[in-house]
């Protein structure tokens, strides 16, 4: 799809600011994976277009915490729907801009609402998986270590049972309604105390308070904020510069024309 003459001078505008010596934050949500064949329903996407998913609950009423305790073998139904939608995708070219820009400038960080592990897969190192990781799977119970990836998981039993404990099985991510890990809370602070001297808000409708406020603490400090979204979110009228494309033929390009403006003895 091609870009628009307002997205041609918006990218251009990004590219002559960024330096080398600059600490970058992207904040990704589904639009990036969307990319990737992912639906972008709350970040596991488009599953059920908001409608009811079983016994006429609401699928962020299966996926949830509360549902978890009582009924996991409902939940458990629904997270493998979920795994197979993204069985056979991978990361793609946004991705892997943003493991480049990784590489090269003096710090980059990404903060992602998405559990594929696709930051990762491409190659980011700096990644805050603030939900988790849909790919691996712990066991539920304090004093059991057992964990195993998804890739190599075969359940033969709903809900899943742990083969060391045989407590309860689940995916290492945030469901509805559970409290976040503090100890990426606490990572995403010290990132954030020490500052980034741009913000990329990069296919999310920042509706969680904790994925628009590095967007608003960039702006209160004075350093550029972009976002890359063909819609609007929450932050669509606070950003400086707003690219109205795709996550991943916008990284693409920025990432294309930043490497030709600083030529090749500077890469």
């Known amino acids: 799809m091609a870009l628009s003459p307002a997205d041609e001078r918006a990218i251009d505008e990004v ?31 488009g599953l059920y277009q ?32 979920v795994a197979k939608a993204c069985k056979g995708t991978t990361y793609n070219r946004g991705h ?72 309860v099985l689940r995916p290492d991510v945030v469901l509805f309604e559970e409290m976040l890990p503090i100890e990426k809370l606490t990572q995403l602070t010290v990132e954030m105390k020490a500052g980034f001297d741009m913000v990329f808000s990069v296919g999310t409708s920042s509706l969680f308070p904790y994925i628009a406020a590095p967007v608003f603490e960039a702006k209160d400090r004075g350093f550029p904020t972009v976002e890359i979204n063909p819609g609007q979110s929450d932050v669509t009228d606070e950003v400086d510069i707003k690219i109205a494309a795709g996550a991943a033929e916008t990284l693409d390009a920025i990432w294309t024309r930043y490497q030709a403006q600083i030529g090749p003895a500077a890469r």
């Open 96 to 167: 892997e801009v943003i493991a480049d820009m990784e590489r090269h400038f003096a710090g980059v960080w990404t903060l992602t609402q998405n559990v594929d592990g696709f930051h990762r897969a491409a190659g980011s190192k700096n990644v805050i998986e603030i939900h988790g990781d849909l790919h691996v799977i712990l066991c539920t119970s304090r004093y059991c270590n057992y964990r195993e990836e998804f890739e190599s998981f075969t359940p033969t039993e709903l809900p899943p049972r742990c083969p060391s404990c045989s407590a």
């Open 15 to 45: 590219v002559s600011r960024l330096r080398p010596e600059h600490r970058l934050l992207f904040v990704t949500g589904a639009g990036l994976s969307a990319d990737s064949g992912l639906p972008t329903y709350r970040g596991i996407g």
């Open 50 to 81: 908001g409608e009811a998913a079983e016994h006429g609950l609401r699928i962020e009423e299966i996926l949830s915490g509360p549902m978890f305790r009582v009924r996991p073998e409902l939940t458990w139904k629904h997270l493998l729907d």
